[in-house]
């Protein structure tokens, strides 16, 4: 029997694999006590004592996959969401561009259905609208949803669940296109899920889900992307069998560039076959020892290595005396942080261009969060950008705070001033 991994407990551990229900998980990282990566806080939370949860990865050695050893309460996380994604230019891009490819894919009409599921504040959806047909959002954050209705963007607040895709199918029939950008990753109970998304997708719908690849956040030393809110980091050898426990198919399997290394899969509840790509994919998987427990030993080791050199050099930029400051104040970036015990004595302040996370602290370290006009305003010594899957639009739009000689700091893959 799988356990069931949704619990009204604050944080509970992980007893067996959310894939294939084995009971042996073995831990491989330990990224010790954090505080959620989005609970920023606002000046008057600054005296009071803060939550912190473990931050532990393991494998399971009979499917392959990575999963956190603790769970804590989606609803803690999730209610009252600050990220959005419509600050950058690059995911503007991306959505866009998606959405594109998809439509030339699928034959849609006016009375087809577009649900999207974890719409934030309505990003993708946007695209759709001029296409006149029908679209639906999906996101627990009460604010987000609120702010994406308003901006005209029909969105239920709700995590998605069968239980909702049945409310939805009674209300709106069943959805031609499905997507799950970034959201697969923090799902608990992921049988659920997919049986959710078997009932509200049409039989000849398309599902098309992004997460990011596990073999990029390896290959890359990527470990500030993982954190409370990724429940799963998926190679494509564990994904694949939890799609054949549920009858899908895989039609397509692209690896994309976004958040430092994604898949785009796109599934089909029609038939069961397995894409070429993907399994191609797989075989490279099993050669490089994905399904190895040795594989992700080794990788603790790189993880403490990227540490030490990134510590190594801020420390010695201040003993020179030089200003550093931190580039987006983003969720990996507060691991970043916690995890290198980088706070106040060594960035002065960091500086992002989300509108909620301007004028609050981040979580942990308590730095406080300015807008980015701030960074050519002050023109520090350095900026230690951690946002680092965003570099190319960060660096192209402080241009001028480069050209007066400022310089930025980037650690993954490797420590760089660039
Ligand atoms: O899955 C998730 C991903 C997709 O988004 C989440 N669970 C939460 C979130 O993670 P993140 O906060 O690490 O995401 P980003 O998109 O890497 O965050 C970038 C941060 O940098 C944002 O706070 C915005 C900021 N930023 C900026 O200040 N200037 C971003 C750009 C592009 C900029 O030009
Ligand atoms: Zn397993």
């Known amino acids: 029997m799988m356990e069931k991994q949704t619990s009204s407990r604050e944080v509970c551990s992980v007893k067996s694999c959310r894939v294939c229900g084995d009971g042996s998980l073995l831990t491989f990282l330990r990224l010790g006590p954090t505080p959620i990566p989005n609970g920023f806080l606002v000046r008057d939370q600054l005296d009071e004592p803060e939550k912190f949860y473990p931050l532990d990865v ?30 950058s230019q690059t995911m503007y891009q991306h959505f866009a561009e998606l959405v594109l490819q998809v439509i030339e894919k699928t034959e849609l009409n006016k009375q087809d259905l577009v649900v999207d599921i974890g719409s934030n504040d309505g990003l993708l959806l ?21 702010r994406a209705a308003e901006e005209g963007v029909d969105t239920i607040s709700a995590f998605f669940t069968q239980e909702v895709a049945e409310r939805i199918i009674g209300e709106k029939g069943t959805a031609k296109i499905i997507f799950a950008t970034n959201v697969m990753a923090h799902v608990p109970d992921l049988h659920d899920f997919l049986n ?8 000849d719908g398309i599902f098309v889900a992004e997460f990011p690849y596990l073999v990029d956040l ?10 409370q809110e990724h429940l799963s980091y998926f190679s494509l050898a564990p994904f694949i069998s ?36 993907a399994q191609d994919l797989v075989v490279i998987e099993k050669k490089r020892g994905f399904l190895q427990p040795e594989t992700y030993l080794n990788f603790g ?13 801020l420390w010695r930029l201040r003993e020179e005396g030089k200003s550093i400051v931190g580039y987006g104040a983003s ?43 701030k960074l050519t305003e002050d023109q520090p ?38």
């Open 58 to 87: 393991c494998f399971c050695a009979r499917c392959g996959m990575v999963q956190l050893a603790h769970i804590v309460n989606a609803e803690v996380m999730f209610k009252n969401y600050l990220y959005v994604p419509s600050t």
């Open 126 to 146: 946007k695209n759709f609208l001029s296409f006149g047909c029908k679209v639906l959002g999906i996101d627990p954050a009460e604010n987000l949803a609120k």
């Open 196 to 203: 959710g998304i078997k009932t509200l997708l049409d039989r």
């Open 218 to 227: 390896m290959d890359k030393t990527e470990f500030d992307t993982i954190y």
């Open 242 to 277: 939890l799609l054949q426990q549920h009858d899908f198919g895989l039609v397509e399997a692209k690896q994309i560039a976004s958040h430092g290394g994604s898949l785009r899969l796109t599934i089909s509840p029609r038939n069961q076959n397995i894409c070429q790509e």
């Open 301 to 313: 080791k790189k993880v403490d290595r990227n540490r030490y050199a990134l510590v190594q050099l």
């Open 331 to 373: 969720a990996k970036g507060n691991v970043m942080l916690n995890y290198c015990r980088i706070g106040r004595e060594t960035l002065d302040y960091i500086v992002d261009s989300i509108p909620y996370k301007q004028g609050k602290f981040t979580p942990g370290t308590h730095i406080p969060i300015y807008p980015e006009n």
């Open 381 to 418: 010594d350095y900026a230690f950008l951690l946002a680092w899957n965003f570099a190319e639009e960060i660096l192209k739009k402080q241009d001028v705070y480069r050209q007066k000689g400022g310089k930025f700091i980037i650690n993954i893959p490797t420590v760089k001033i660039t």
